[in-house]
């Protein structure tokens, strides 16, 4: 059984730094790429960053491209997302998901997504 689990969401201060981390497990994940979404009160759903398992590629929304890092964690069998210079804005509910990476093709839809966690928040004040 696939299981996505995120962590690290929390309450920070606008400049504030934060780390994700979503564990993986059930399945191996070659081949898959690793994504953060994020969905804030009222909003739709919407890409922010993704990494590629077994390989060196990342994805990043624009609107958090030089302050969002997703990296891998081979120790933990995790990938992590380190948040920096954190906005109000940023405040939403930062959800994993997984699927086959073919190519970085709709990658950034979420509907798309085989695999998800069950999400885990983040606040961040003014």
């Known amino acids: 059984q696939v299981q996505l689990v995120e962590s690290g969401g929390g309450l920070v201060q606008a400049g504030d730094s934060l780390r994700l981390s979503c564990a993986a497990s059930?399945?191996?994940?070659?081949?898959?790429?690793m994504t953060w979404f994020r969905q804030a009160p009222g909003k739709e759903r919407e890409f922010v960053a993704a990494?590629?398992?077994?390989?060196?590629?990342?994805y990043y929304a624009d609107s958090v491209d030089g302050r969002f890092i997703a990296s891998k964690d081979d120790a933990k069998n995790a990938v992590d997302l380190v948040m920096s210079r954190l906005r109000p804005e940023d405040t939403a509910v930062y959800y994993c998901?997984?699927?086959?990476?073919?190519?970085?093709?709709?990658?950034?839809?979420?509907?798309?997504?085989?695999?998800w966690g069950q999400g885990t928040p983040v606040t961040v004040s003014s």
């Open positions: 059930g399945r191996t994940f070659d081949d898959h790429i």
């Open positions: 998901a997984s699927k086959y990476y073919s190519g970085g093709y709709r990658y950034n839809e979420w509907g798309t997504y085989k695999y």
């Open positions: 990494i590629v398992w077994d390989r060196p590629i990342t």
